[in-house]
RNA sequence: GCGCCCAUAGCUCAGCAGGAUAGAGCGUCGGAUUCCUAAUCCGAAGGCCACAGGUUCGAAUCCUGUUGGGCGCACCA
């Protein structure tokens, strides 16, 4: 289209300077218009004073000398609807056949290097399904992106610096205690009362005896903060590994802190008239009985859209999480071109702060997204399931994976656009019924395995398939599987991986259908035992869209199955 | 009070940077199993795309306002 149009230029039937972005060149919503069709003569009449109709009639004659295209025809305002050759799309196929695994890859951000960060939940307890979906999203994200062509680094921030690891540190010296025999009744109000603290307990008495029972906080706080934050490391490393899920780089706020990389980032900025000291308004509202006036460093974020200027330290002298998270986020910044951080939507408000930071701290330069994952609410035979890290009664991310397996936890989270509220029924996700469209999937996969294991033992001698045997309802099943790539691409562009899965479930629905027709007429399965012509082609086409149900699969992170029990 | 997200069939959701008659699953109703896996398929019913304005050849999609729901709102993390 873009040789066409220069065509067009070179031959002054158009301007040189139209805005070429406005073009889109897609397949129509109903089928019966056309393979492709193409609204250039809408968008471009204006700056060629022409009408549309007029200038569509000029770019279809040219569109219509092009060989893979089989007939041009406008329609309403000034569409151009375009059928190609049955070749062209066989060629495709086949295209399909030669990439295998790659096809539907490309190179279009090549040189490009995207950090994502995600999950970066606190070292305080193993991972809940409150972690799951932003798992999730941010792994099939990062290998999309990786799938056309990135360079990506995916990347955990470990929050291991604020008040909560050292509520973790107490947690754990309590149940050091207990491992020596103390008798600690119930966990205070306060600490974390899980379990997964008892072992940490266990190995610090073994360890270090009756050293620190008894002994001022002081003396061990450190020491036992920074084992019980690697053991919970530890737990949520192998949680994750359960989904599948592995990350280049385990950030540590605490490292940050110890290379005072936020005291670089307040020197540049207060350099630059971007930190200042100032009082912060009351919050609004209902104002808290104990606020006071207070005088801190503050960012200036309303000077890039935000609603509030933001303190980077507390009255006490020690970073706000902003302020080293500001530091992080330049730190990122450093050795990729793109940042993108998946945040539970509990965190939406404090998006504009760290993209005015980012935005202030790298002057612009990196393209910055935040990508808010919304709330998953659990339901359990209809009723929600409440949740509560501090009361220990959270249903864990292991427990949902080793009852259902990874594959239909992963692929039940990107059934959704990201920023959608979801509701998790339980039930149906333990029962592994058919509500589940993971097995839609699965099974349509699982039937074009079956089909090659059939054709074999039916020991059918298959010829090279002649493509030009395609017919009509084939034919319709190709150009959908040739939308793969372009589905792919856009998804990428628009960081929703959740496409991948409704492209799948469509493309699994077509091929349903298409099976189907064999039951109502022998002649038109599949595997006809009388004809190894039609044979050889239908299931050269059946492998192909197998070969894309498994490429789509891979890029969530679920396996293909050739068989359901 | 303020900010962010959302509003599409009875229910749960798609709708690909504005395109032609708004789609799917579930549910409801009616069909298809001596047959390659019926865990599937075919058909029917079901819509003022929350409401009101605006932008243009053209709006579910973009802008403004209203209503309704979710999340958040000190130096917490």
Redesign the pocket.
Known sequence: MDALLDGMIASGELPADINR??V?V?????A???DL?T?AA??LA?PAGLN?RALAEKIAARLDALEEVESVSI???????MTLTAATWAGELRAIEQMGADYGRSSSGAGVTVNVEYVSA?PTGPMHMGHCRGAVVGDALATLLEAVGHKVIREYYI?D?????DVLARSAHLRYAQALGEDIGEIPEGLYPGDYLVPVGQALAEEYGERFVGAPEADWLVLFRTRAVAAMMEMIRSDLALLGIHHDVFAS?AELQAAKKPEAAEAWLRDHDLVYDGV?E????E??????P?E?PLFRSTKFGD??D??I????GSW???GA?MAYHFQKAQSADQLIDIW?????????RIQAAVAALTEGKARFDVK?V??VRLLRDGEPVKMSKRAGNFVTLADVVREVGKDVVRFTML???A?????FDFAKVVE????N?V??VQ?AH??I???G??AAEAGMALPAPDLSRLGTEELALVKLAA?YP??IE??A??R?P??IA?FL??L??SF?????????D?A?????VNDAHITAVRLFLAQQIGQIVRNGLALMGVEA?????
């Open positions: 972005k406005a889109t897609e397949p129509p919503r109903d019966s218009h056309g069709a609204n809408m968008v204006k549309p329609a309403g305002p000034g569409f151009i609807n606190n929050n610096a604020g008040g909560q690891v706020e912060l009351a919050p609004k509202g104002t808290p009985e104990d606020w006071e207070v801190l609603d509030q933001r303190p330290k507390k009255s006490n706000t999480y902003f998270d539970g939507a509990d965190h939406a408000g404090t998006v504009k808010l919304q709330m059934t959704r656009k920023d959608a509220q979801m509701d592994a019924s058919k509500d469209p097995f839609y099974y699982a039937r395995a079956s089909l294991r059939k939308q372009r589905i856009a998804a562009q628009a929703e959740h496409r409704f479930g469509d699994a629905a349903h259908s298409w099976w189907n027709m064999g039951n109502d022998a038109r399965r599949i595997i006809v199955l050739s068989e359901l029990q």
